[in-house]
T-cell receptor, first 119, second 113 residues
Framework: DSGVTQTPKHLITATGQRVTLRCSPR?????VYWYQQSLDQGLQFLIQ???????AKGNILERFSAQQFPDLHSELNLSSLELGDSALYFC??????????????????FGEGSRLTVL | QKEVEQDPGPLSVPEGAIVSLNCTYS??????FMWYRQYSRKGPELLMY????GNKEDGRFTAQVDKSSKYISLFIRDSQPSDSATYLC?????????????FGKGTKLSVKP
């Protein structure tokens, strides 16, 4: 158990709908990352938050948005869903420090993912 | 050309075999190299981490980085059925709170008893 909790585990919805995925990071971790995993694209970085602020953005579509709340949990909002959005969405957290050159052994602690199916 | 290339397999080996998993990359700025293991229906978990070039050994696992060839490897000795999983290489060119990892697509390994 990584200590990262994601809900829901499975979600089936229709095209055009909107869903929210939730992530609770490990206790004390300030950084939260969202990744999308599909068979053809592999694990793709979407966005990172650090202590409530957006820190890095990857291949995140404009239809997707995220935020990190004061209690450090994060939500990923996916709207106007398309068939191609069907994938596993992973949240990861990291005990990264406040910046600089320190890299905490590259360790991201991943949750078990939310499997989204768009019909 | 993708930044990180990894043969997806699947790779099937008998128990006790030596397994070699590899990734190539194109970004010469990558300095941090990792291997993650992902069991079915689970999230990836860190297996090995290497900074810059060289070898690192941890039990039955050895990670190698050759920056001149932009090539990294993971060797598994005396492979066990419990090693059956998908292995993802990952790399990064930054540290600190702005880091994010670029993953390979993963190689699915099956170790047969």
């Amino acid at each position: 158990d990584s200590g990262v909790t994601q809900t829901p585990k499975h979600l089936i919805t229709a095209t055009g709908q909107r869903v929210t995925l939730r992530c609770s990071p490990r206790s004390g971790d300030l950084s939260v990352y969202w990744y999308q995993q599909s068979l053809d694209q592999g694990l793709q970085f979407l966005i990172q938050y650090y202590n409530g602020e957006e820190r890095a953005k990857g291949n995140i579509l404009e239809r997707f948005s995220a935020q990190q709340f004061p209690d450090l949990h994060s939500e990923l909002n996916l709207s106007s869903l398309e068939l191609g959005d069907s994938a596993l969405y992973f949240c990861a957290s990291s005990p990264l420090g406040t910046g600089g050159a320190y890299w905490s052994a590259g360790e991201l602690f991943f949750g078990e993912g939310s499997r989204l199916t768009v019909l | 050309q993708k930044e990180v290339e990894q043969d997806p397999g699947p790779l099937s080996v008998p128990e006790g075999a030596i397994v070699s998993l590899n990734c190539t990359y194109s970004n010469s700025a990558f300095q941090y190299f990792m291997w993650y293991r992902q069991y079915s229906r689970k999230g990836p978990e860190l297996l090995m981490y290497t900074y810059s070039s060289g070898n690192k050994e941890d039990g039955r696992f050895t990670a190698q980085v050759d920056k001149s060839s932009k090539y990294i490897s993971l060797f598994i000795r005396d492979s066990q059925p419990s090693d059956s999983a998908t292995y993802l290489c990952a790399m990064s060119d930054v540290g600190g709170s702005q880091g994010n990892l670029i993953f390979g697509k993963g190689t699915k390994l099956s170790v047969k008893p």
